[in-house]
RNA sequence: AUAGCGUAUCGGUCUAUCGCGGAGUAUGGGAAGAAAAAUCAUCGGUUUUAAUCCCCUACGACGAGGAAAGUCCGGGCAGCAUAGAGCACCACAGCGGUUAAUGACCGUCAGGCAGCAAUGUUUGGUCACUGGUACAGAGACGAGUCGCCUAUGGGCGGGUGAAACGACUACACUGUGGGCUGCAAUUCCAAGUAUACCAAUGUCAGAGCGCUGCUCGCGUAAGUUGGAGGGUAGGAAGCAAUAGAAGGCCGUAGCAAUACGCACCUCAAGAUUAAUGAUAGACACCGUUUUUUUCGGCACAGAACCCGGCUUAUAGAUACGCUAUUUUU
RNA sequence: GGUGCCAUCGUCUAUCGGUUAGGACAAGAGAUUUUCAUUCUCUAAAGCGGGGUUCGAUUCCCCGUGGCACUA
């Protein structure tokens, strides 16, 4: 099983990421928020990060991009064994910050309702 | 012993599993291939060696702070004529010293405030010229009200007010310093587009530009400005051991800040949609509890070219010096 | 990353260190009107937080908080 997050798998393009936030669809896995875009190249890229207005501190935001990014790594064979591919944004929407067994919880939902959502 | 003041130091450790950045290393794999040699044979092809470059793989030292924060000051560094002149403008201000430099730091004098004290904090150039000093008051610098005395020149007192010929103050003056802009500076590479359209202005009687508000001076010389549009928004250097205004220790000088010397020791992050992490366990520390166990807690906070200060946030721990109170000798 | 600016009634704003802190809109009360609107009169309502300078601070200085703009 593949665990690694190298830095091909991050969405870096700023025009991805604008088209991603443009034409994209979007659902809500508490306490994140999923944007989605299925694409025919691989490998499928992944924006994290948590927002200023709700984290003053750079400790905090820093910390939820970091769980997130973990979980994600943990478990995205969930989305691997399908031959499709996304651009995918992870933005945290919740006020307090969490631990790292509800953002994985969190995760693990997010990733089974895409893999079953495309078929 | 308790409470406090000052100066300085530290601000978790280890194990297991998984992951991220990464200078570099490899007789590992792949692609291109200068040059040389050999050969076929004719101006090219093939083979061998293979500098160099790129990608993948494996290994991989090392990997956030005392404030990385605020951006309040100063400097390095970079560009702008060679960084120029004058005015304007800005900053500082007891006295003496330190520093690369500063509005920082050290010593010291005087006043105010807080404290029993140790101590902390804050203010401190000049009034010759020019301007200002609300209300009240006769009068706020021009003089002169009420009462008393009087030699009629004036003197003393009352009252108003923060202040009444004695002053305070800056917009005034003196001294010192400051050229301006900032790493999104600056330089290079790659890719792409519109030398098209409209208006204004200008070509040696010179517009505009050269990052300073004005004047001058110097350089450059055919475009420039505005409108409406078109394209790009990638990479490298700067920028991370070629270390230095570095720190510690020791010695000398000094009350001190600090300087000089220097055998020895320490200091190796370098991302760019942005690494420095996650999970589990153990230990240390703190609280609760008579004790063990259990349970709970474990601060403030995240580099972005680099240094020196200042300010603000901060659980707790340690060392030295000093002050007050109490007890004992 | 760097640079600069702002904060005043519920809202938008004015201000020479000496105020009862002014104006407009909104709000409330009253008058006018058969009633409503318009109009008129009146009322209440503010210096971002903490220090300092000064006889006196919204104004000057310092620290903090929040917001905005510019800059490849």
């Not at 604008?18 to 979007?26: P, R, S, V």
């Not at 306490?31 to 750079?58: C, E, G, N």
């Not at 943990?74 to 910050?97: G, M, R, S, V």
Request: aromatic share 10%.
């Amino acid at each position: 099983m593949n665990v690694t997050f190298p830095k091909s798998e991050k969405l870096c393009s700023d025009i991805a990421i604008d088209t991603l936030y443009k034409t994209g669809k979007k659902f809500v896995a508490w306490p994140m928020r999923v944007t989605y875009l299925p694409i025919t190249d691989a490998p499928t890229q992944v924006l994290i990060w948590a927002p200023k207005s709700l984290f003053k501190h750079a400790v905090d935001r820093n910390h939820m991009r970091r769980l997130m990014r973990e979980a994600y790594r943990l478990n995205k064979h969930i989305l691997c064994t399908e031959n499709k591919y996304y651009h995918l944004a992870f933005n945290y929407i919740d006020k307090q910050t969490q631990d790292f067994h509800v953002i994985e919880k969190a995760m693990k939902k997010a990733l089974q309702r895409l893999a079953t959502l495309e078929e």
